[in-house]
């Protein structure tokens, strides 16, 4: 189900002027081609790697809220995404990839489709009631992107600093070489706010597994 839509070469400003600590300043980064899956990955994808590899079901699978085969797969650690990602022969998204294909090509606004609040999103007060919505329920972004900003966080391959953005190099920065927590994107089912900004930093350590964190694969 995942496909993979090509994100073109280009630069943006990343960043927020007036958002929070981390998100400044905003500063201009070059991103070179990659692909990345149009989708995030779902239980079904999951369950594929699984049972080649030998490996246990995804924590919450075993709730029925969260066992929908079309659903994102959530509660597995970055070294768990990762291992999927070399399986499938891809790799997650740096920062950089991920806000600057969330954006979908459009300046610097706040959201994927604009500056519109997310509460008037068509139904939303109707979707993310225990768990996250099966992927592709909601119309794409302009790169053909589903779910950017939204229904689980996903996972990115940098290593996580607040400060990194006073010392980013502007061609495909990488994140700091080294930290105790991995940057992530994106707003998540069990938040009050159920949509982030493109702009939106988030980490956890690496080991975690939490019900609203998920990923999307990347490819060079």
Known sequence: MTGMIVIPAGEFLMG?????????PVHRVQ????R???YQVTNAEYDSFRRATGRPMAPFQAKPEFAKPEQPVVGVSWFQAVAYCEWAGGRLPTEAEWEFAARGGLPQYLYPWGNHPPQERPNYCGRWKQAPEPVGTAAPNLFGLYDMCENVHEWCTDWYDPKYYAVS???????PPAGTRRASRGGAWRHHIKIARCAARSSIPPEFCYADYGFRMACD
């Open 169 to 175: 190099p502007v061609e495909s920065p990488q994140g």
């Open 16 to 24: 927020q002027a007036d958002g929070r600590d981390e998100e400044r």
């Open 31 to 34: 991103v070179a081609p990659f």
């Open 36 to 38: 990345l899956s149009r």
